[in-house]
């Protein structure tokens, strides 16, 4: 074989991959970037070169750092419940008791719905004078009567927000357990047997047999719910527009506000969303070790 | 009329428009074939389902006017509202222009010259309301032509006003506060005011203007913060603060409020005609049980209120249509076609000789009274990012401090 | 224990039954420990979690079965039953949204796997300069998602005309998850020991013969797994749907849906009866397919 045809031997293989990662991905992306520098107007004609004056406007926004340090607040907060309550969840799940496969089955409803409808789902459930929500609370004594300030969650910022993190969290979990599962199948029973012939307890053996084990599956569910958390739309703006204000508002949903009418400012807001997954990546494979893995 | 989108179509339709105006073939048919004209009309749809949908009614316009006329076809092309402004920018951008269109109005195509202008596609452009005319003109030409309108007045319902013992429609600010915590008392909401996005620029210049406030001075400067508009806000504050209100207006969507005032929740809420079929539809309140009266302002009820339009345009594509366009719209802006449109939708008529023959009508009679000195949002061009930025802010002057909040619209409103 | 920590990228999601494809991994099946009481426990649990998953959607479902004059009244339960909104969505262009979603959803799946398993099955088996760089693209494109690029997107797709298209929507759909496809495919390429392909080799068999044969009957639990993963994303995908497609018989059901979002009210009987009825589908797929898992892998013995 020449060099030649050994450095183009994995041309078939990749190239179909690459050019659709090219074309759907990485060609939007260079049309944002360009945008972020346009000056557009508001139904969309470009008026020539903007230079740095659309992220001038985005770093002048009032609402920009809260929305920023609520964002982070929004990914570490569901994803360490998604995690916590996955890794229990499908610690349960994997016991064997009559029915298991049918309560699973149960699990993937969040996940076979679109995000969109549980969404919409809990904005209906949770309007202040008839969402059953509010109805099972009166019911059970928690909330005094119907169309007040207390059932009004959606209408009180961090009670929306702790709300749409809940929705946040329950349509992740059925990914995370079903891969955690999937992790824990791949543990050898045999390693229990001896961890318990030395007489270790559950908790122990959960802990230096389980979770060491389970690494390479949390980190994959891990990943994925960082990147989805992060780039969720659909939660909040159906639940709350991201108001009042911006005050319920993520960098997602914040860019999609400006991007009503501040067109290029919202392009300069993507670009910054862009620079924070990179960072994010960057965390992830330097904590992964990614590369070594890989090879 | 120009509906706030919901779900993401307006920041997808204006967001996806960051083009650079060009791509697509150029490919104008003349839509001329054996000495017959074929006119292409792209149209909103009014309806809420295929029962009512605007296919229908345009579809009976145009084999009317196809009988009169069997030498112009008009085909007819009906887009949800939601995806009206996409289609239509969609089109422009690709140079495949529409001969009509009906909808939303958008004055930077009179800007680049690709419409007529009314004069030229209409016989008798005087009929149209005048109230309407800035609003669809660029340099004093007028372009957009005001199709259906509507206008707001204050509805309450009668059997709650009843029930707390109120005897006369509210008037004034302070009739408004009192009847308010009266209905509060009796469990329901006083007053649903809706200020979150999806329609807080409209609810908020009601209010505006009530104090002799606005968005504008008379001379088109923006004066958002004026002490007037501080003023009623200061006003709002008061009233939400009192639980008049229901809870939290500051993200509350006109669809829900306009849903509770038909289940009967709510005593009072400012509304346009639109409201009526969702009030006919929840049969929860009788004819009797509710009325629309002028809306109250601080010291008495308003003589202007807020006027919308949707509005034709004609484009000019390959420029050899503009006598069969005038055919058309002659035809269709008569009286009939008109009256029929506007019982079918519980809209308004844009011309001066149908809202005369609709004026005696009960529940129409309001409204159309109210019309033809009725209010329009700012028409410059700045005003798109304007109202994108007090709907998106106005609710928190009511729970924060209203002078901050004015006067950090204003400062980006005066930016531009 | 370093050989299971090696891949980041173990198999993850490989439904309920079993996911390994190593021989290794299948302990026999021990008889239950007498510890009654214990799963007993986990059952209760189990079951209270699954109906707080459920929830949700059974009251989609009641509401979807409400009169209208009942919507808003204070009880969880209709006094009456309706099955109105779920007949007369079909009379207003729900059948052929359904058909675009199946298009687009079933399209885009394919395409990813065609693209996904050569590239997953190349870099699992082979060494060569630009395999880092080319999964590190991958992971990268992981990261991206619609929602931030819709300006490029449709910006894109304008400039080849492809607007208003079916296939647009299957190009797009596949390339934002492809990443996953080409992740997990080539985990489960990865684990499958490479002999197994070079015995039968040994025997006559071409290495594609022994790739169809053998590998890719092995790998069955992650190549379901990325075809649920893309079918259910594409199903789902909203917002690019929304911006490309503007008339409605090029509409997937999520943008179908969501026009009962209207200008003046919320239509909330029919929206939730074509969530129920665009939700039904999936939950379908996913039992079919979980039963082939099994088989596959039984069927994947080929020793």
Not at chain 2, 268 to 279: D, K, Q, R, T, Y
Not at chain 2, 304 to 323: E, I, M, P, Q, R
Not at chain 3, 29 to 35: C, E, G, Q, S, V
Not at chain 3, 258 to 287: C, E, K, M, R
Request: glycine residues 8%; positive net charge; charged residues 15%.
């Amino acid at each position: 074989m020449t060099r030649l045809a050994r450095a183009l031997g994995p041309v078939p293989w990749l190239l179909p991959a690459v050019a659709l990662i090219g074309l759907v991905v990485l060609w939007p992306v260079v049309v944002l970037f360009k945008t972020s520098f346009q000056n557009i107007s508001p139904d969309g004609f470009v008026n020539g070169w903007a230079g740095l004056g659309n992220f001038r406007a985005l770093f002048a926004e009032p609402a920009l750092l809260s929305v920023v340090l609520r964002t982070v607040v929004w990914v570490v907060v569901v994803v360490a419940i998604t995690m916590v309550l996955g890794l229990m969840l499908a610690q349960l799940f994997n016991v064997e008791f009559p029915g298991r496969k049918a309560a699973r089955w149960a699990l993937i409803a969040p996940w076979a719905a679109s995000v969109m409808m549980t969404s919409l789902i809990f904005r209906w459930a949770l309007d202040y004078t008839s969402g059953p929500i509010n109805i099972l609370l009166k019911d059970l004594g928690i909330v005094h009567s119907l169309g007040t300030n207390q059932t009004d969650w959606l209408g009180r910022p961090v009670a929306a927000f702790i709300w749409m993190m809940g929705v946040a969290v329950l349509v992740s979990l059925p990914f995370t357990i079903y891969a955690l599962l999937a992790g824990l199948q791949t543990i050898p029973a045999d390693l229990y047997e001896a961890a318990r012939v030395d007489g270790a307890d559950s908790w122990r053996m959960y802990r230096s047999i389980t979770l060491p084990l389970l690494r390479p599956a949390f980190t994959v569910a891990l990943l994925i719910n960082v990147i989805n958390i992060f780039n969720s739309f659909p939660i909040i703006w159906e639940m709350t527009r991201g108001q009042p204000g911006s005050s319920t508002s993520t960098t997602t949903t914040f860019m999609f506000q400006l991007k009503q009418a501040f067109i290029g400012e919202s392009a300069s807001m993507s670009v910054l969303n862009f620079a924070m997954v990179i960072v994010i990546v960057l965390v992830f494979l330097k904590v992964t070790r990614w590369k070594e893995q890989v090879n | 009329m120009k509906r706030t989108l919901i779900g993401a179509t307006a920041i997808v339709a204006v967001g996806t428009m960051a083009l650079s105006g060009c791509g697509g073939s150029s490919s104008t048919s003349s839509g001329k074939s054996g000495g017959t004209t074929t006119l292409k009309l792209v149209a909103a749809d009014y309806g809420t389902g295929p029962a009512n949908t605007s296919s229908k009614y345009w579809a009976s316009v145009a084999d009317a006017f196809h009988k009169a006329n069997p030498t112009i076809t008009v085909n007819v092309q009906v887009v949800t509202w939601a995806n009206f402004d996409t289609t239509v920018q969609t089109m422009v951008q690709n140079k495949q222009y529409p001969d009509i269109t009906e909808g939303d109005y958008f004055s930077n195509y009179a800007q680049q010259g690709l419409l007529y202008p009314a004069s030229k596609v209409l016989s008798n452009p005087g009929n149209l309301l005048p109230a309407f005319k800035a609003q669809g003109s660029y340099k004093g030409v007028q372009y957009g032509m005001p199709f259906t309108t509507s206008s707001r007045t204050l509805f309450y319902n009668k059997k709650l006003f009843k029930k707390a013992g109120i005897m006369s429609a509210p008037k004034t600010w302070a009739d408004i506060q009192t009847d308010a915590s009266k209905i509060k008392a009796l469990g329901d909401t006083g007053f649903g005011l809706p200020l979150g996005s999806e329609e807080g620029q409209a609810e908020a210049l009601l209010w505006m203007l009530g104090n002799g406030g606005g968005y504008q001075n008379s001379s088109g400067k923006y004066t958002i913060n004026s002490p007037q508009n501080i003023q009623t806000f200061q006003f709002l504050k008061k009233l939400v603060a009192a639980g008049d209100t229901e809870p939290n207006p500051a993200n509350k969507m006109r669809t829900d409020q306009w849903q509770q005032f038909a289940q009967g929740k709510v005593g009072m809420i400012n509304g346009s005609p639109a409201l009526v079929p969702i009030i006919e539809s929840a049969k929860v309140l009788k004819d009797s049980d509710w009325t629309s009266v002028p809306i109250a302002g601080k010291n008495g009820p308003l003589t202007k209120t807020l006027g919308v339009s949707d509005n034709v345009a004609a484009f000019k594509t390959d420029g050899t249509k503009a006598a069969a366009i005038k055919k058309f719209l002659d035809f269709t802006y008569q009286d009939t076609y008109q009256l029929k449109f506007d019982k079918e939708y519980d809209l308004l008529p844009a011309t001066t000789s149908a809202a005369k023959a609709l004026a005696s009508d009960p529940i129409f009679g309001p409204f159309l009274t109210a019309l033809p000195h009725s209010i329009q949002y700012p028409s410059d061009t700045a005003w798109a990012q304007v109202k994108t930025n007090i709907q998106q802010n106005i609710g928190t002057a009511v729970t924060g401090d209203p002078k901050t909040v004015l006067d950090s619209i204003q400062a980006k409103a005066s930016a531009n | 224990m370093t050989d299971i920590t090696a891949g980041t990228s173990e198999p993850v999601l490989a439904t309920g039954t079993s996911g390994r494809a190593q021989k290794r991994a299948r302990p026999p099946r021990k008889p239950r420990r007498p510890l009654r009481p214990r799963t007993l426990f986990a059952a209760v649990a189990a079951y209270l979690v699954a109906i707080i998953f459920i929830v949700p959607y059974l009251d989609m479902f009641v509401t979807a079965m409400r009169p209208i004059n009942e919507l808003q009244q204070p009880n969880i339960l209709p006094h009456h039953w309706t099955w109105s909104n779920f007949s007369t969505i079909w009379s207003t262009g729900f059948g052929a949204s359904f058909r675009v979603s199946l298009e687009v959803a079933a399209g885009s799946t394919v395409l990813v796997l065609l693209v996904a398993l050569p590239a997953a099955y190349y870099t699992a088996r082979k060494q060569f300069r630009g395999r880092s760089v080319f999964l590190l693209l991958v992971l990268v494109t992981q990261m991206f998602q619609p929602p931030a690029m819709l300006v490029g997107i449709y910006k894109e797709f304008l400039s080849f005309n492809l607007l208003n298209t079916v296939f647009s929507l299957i190009l797009v759909n596949a390339g934002f998850n492809l990443a996953f496809a080409v992740w997990i495919l080539n985990a489960y390429f990865s684990s499958i020991p490479v002999e197994l392909e070079d015995a039968a080799m040994v025997d006559g068999t071409s290495r594609l013969g022994a790739l169809v044969r053998i590998t890719l009957p092995l790998a069955l639990p992650g190549v379901v797994t990325a075809l649920i993963f893309s079918f259910i994303a594409a199903w789902n995908e909203f917002i690019v749907a929304l911006t490309l497609n503007t008339t409605p018989n090029t509409q997937p059901l999520t943008v179908n849906i969501n026009g009962y979002i209207g200008q003046y009210q919320i239509d909330w009987g029919h929206l939730f009866a074509g969530s129920v009825i665009a939700t039904v589908p999936v939950i379908i797929l996913f039992a079919i397919i979980e039963g082939k898992v099994v088989s596959g892998l039984t069927a994947g013995s080929v020793k």
